[in-house]
């Protein structure tokens, strides 16, 4: 059993009143009392997502005894948006931020949280919805970096990618289709380099939020990397470039 699930209606009624970073809450479909409505409400107000789920799922990945209701609890806290900004800030460097749009594997996850600690990446923005978030393995394969890169939820990522624009930082995606190698590109300045998911890539509303697409030229019978692969190329050029500056 997933040493982050929590689950029974007081318990999961006090993890969202400590202020604890929360994946997940999982209802029973059905229930609709007064504790569960008020589990509803606290996750409402923590802006965290409510799935509604069968009691035979919840049986299986609690294994019994959960009252209808079941938390993913995160394996460390989440930051937010401003907080990646403000940590660039306070080191007087321009932002340097990964986005992971629809990363699935936790692996992939943890291994870019590993490399992104090493070259200096202020922080890591993904989704609330359809992404990989920060759990157990997660934790375990980034071998401690979840602990020191700072990770941002965010609900509408075309919106944030904008936002990030208008702060003057760069926006690149990386994308196996894109006419620019990532070693020709100007890397260097504030930037948000975005990583797609495993097998699609990035969403059509991504790219299209992009300020220059780049890809990993390979001369292989393989025409793909793994995400954490591709990542760790790509973040290891960006910080190469802003070592020269």
Known sequence: MDDNLIFGRNAVTELLKSGRSVNKILIAE???????QRIFSLAKTAGVV?????????????????QGVAA???AANYSTLE???ELAESKNELPFIILLDELEDPQNFGAILRTAEAVGVHGVIIPKRRSVQLNATVFKTSAGAAEYVKVAQVTNVAQTLKNLRGRDIKIV????????DFNR???SGGIVLIIGSEGKGMRRLTR???DLLIKIPMVGKINSLNASVAGAVLMYEIFSQRQRK
Request: with cysteine; net charge negative; glycine share 12%.
């Open 30 to 36: 059905g229930s609709r009392d007064g504790s569960i």
């Open 50 to 66: 409510v799935e509604f789920t069968s009691r035979d799922k919840l049986d299986k990945i609690c294994g019994g005894r959960h």
């Open 72 to 74: 993913m609890a995160a």
């Open 83 to 85: 907080e990646i900004l």
């Open 173 to 180: 995606g990386s994308d196996m289709s894109a006419e620019t």
């Open 185 to 187: 590109a100007d890397l």
């Open 208 to 210: 299209e939020n992009c």
